[in-house]
DNA sequence: GACATCAGAATGTCCTGACAAATATCGACC
DNA sequence: GGTCGATATTTGTCAGGACATTCTGATGTC
């Protein structure tokens, strides 16, 4: 038995019913007159109770579900969610958020030498000037369309990097599976005007607006692992994030 | 008349039928069988060549909406949408995070008025069409240089927004200060190039790279408060997030 | 070329109905 | 008190159906 709603319908609303039903049950949450944890009446109750069909109900507290205030257990019943759990922010690569969402990354590795650090690079990575770091340059397809272009600076000796193991898989991957343990990563996002030689390997004409984004990488021992500095083309490309109240 | 799909249902299986058929959309989706833009079957028709029912059909596509993979509209049909990766970081505003960096953010209210909601600011929103929302437009500065210009609609009634209010401190803060309970946000980041009016008002060349931040935050009853976009001065701001490893 | 109208296409909303599956409860038995 | 089977409860899945609303394209008129 659940605690008792008061719900009005408005019929001649163009208001959707399942729509006027999720928006009095989440106000109800919010006034506190459905206390987390407390349990709803019964789809078929409900659906009795407001003169409406039983798949109209479920519409609504779907939407209320997707909005992360209700939760649903088949012989348990709907109940109001406890509070919001908070959570940390996830570090993920290009390569793995193009390919669950479900493009074909692929890559072009246009240049993997060593090189002295310059003090830029030797500042990130921790290491002295002139010490030999692994310099990356690559050129990301999605879809068979460039996307973005990719440089990143790596200490020696994180583990066997080879063009042909880069075009097959995903930086992040190959460090990981050399036993890198990433955990946190300082990104800046900004944008700027493509220059002739980033306009020319990504297909874009000069001037192109680029959105950027310089990244550090660091282990679980704090030491730096990675710097990237990437581009990507704005008319392809955004960043859609989830923000949260800490 | 859409792209052909081949979906093989197993009836014996435990694995629902909506969903059978939603992972071979997406499947189809992440082989490129089905490109970005193109347009699936209509409801009916699928329903009838897959012998399923059109609510086990609208349930299958409703779960790739969800997922962002399929856009549909009404009278138009089901798309594949253009693909957007995701990633967390942690809410707050432009204004805190100016002062938190000891630039002495100003802000100058361009327009502040009630308006009727447009199609696409009622859906963000989660009002109807038509019903008032508030309108802002201001202009942000950053040691009296112009930073960016940022457009928001908020739901009538939360709270007594001012121009002068806005002008002393940051809108987050406003809405704080009348209770509303900010706890997600969903944003995309993005770039482009300066128009004209835009332009004028940053202080900056027409076709300057802008980097672009649209975003919908909600308070803890997951009810849209504040939809903003947001256009920065490349040449003057960036972003730097923290990602961690889960 | 602009505008209005209309028909067709497609999704959105709501309804009735039935059976399946997961979970909780209850009573019998040891 | 613990175990087990039966039953009740509730959501999950699927089907069929109808009407409403939005959007697009074609057509006609000016």
Redesign the pocket.
């Known amino acids: ?1 659940g605690t008792r709603l008061d719900i009005d319908l408005d019929r001649s609303s ?1 208001v ?4 006027q039903v999720a928006e009095q049950i989440a106000e109800a949450i919010r006034k506190g007159e459905l206390a987390p944890g407390a349990r ?1 009446d ?4 409900l ?1 009795e109770r407001l ?6 109900i ?2 609504a ?1 779907q939407y209320l579900v997707d909005k992360g205030l209700l939760v ?7 109940q109001v969610v406890h509070g919001q759990v908070k959570r940390s922010v996830e570090l993920t690569s290009l390569y793995d958020d193009l390919r669950r969402a479900g493009q074909e990354p692929t890559t072009r590795v246009i240049s993997l030498q060593p090189v002295g650090a310059d003090e830029e690079i030797a500042a990130v990575l921790g290491v002295a000037a002139g010490t030999q770091v692994l310099r990356l340059e690559r050129v990301r397809y999605a879809g068979g369309e460039p996307l973005a272009l990719l440089h990143n600076w790596l200490p020696a000796g994180l583990g066997p990097l080879t063009a042909q193991a880069l075009e097959e898989r995903g930086l992040y991957e190959l460090l990981r599976a050399a036993g890198v343990r990433m955990r946190v990563a300082n990104q800046r996002i900004g944008a700027r005007s493509a220059g002739p030689a980033e306009a020319r390997l990504l297909d874009e004409r000069r001037g192109a607006p680029l959105l950027t984004m310089v990244r550090t990488t660091y282990d679980d021992q704090g030491r730096a692992v990675e710097h990237g500095s990437h581009v990507y083309r704005a008319s392809h490309y955004s960043l859609e994030v989830t923000l949260i109240e800490r």
């Open positions: 038995m163009p959707p019913l399942y729509f709803l019964n789809e078929i109750l659906a003169g409406l069909s039983r798949p109209t479920r519409q507290i649903r257990k088949r012989g348990v019943g709907t």
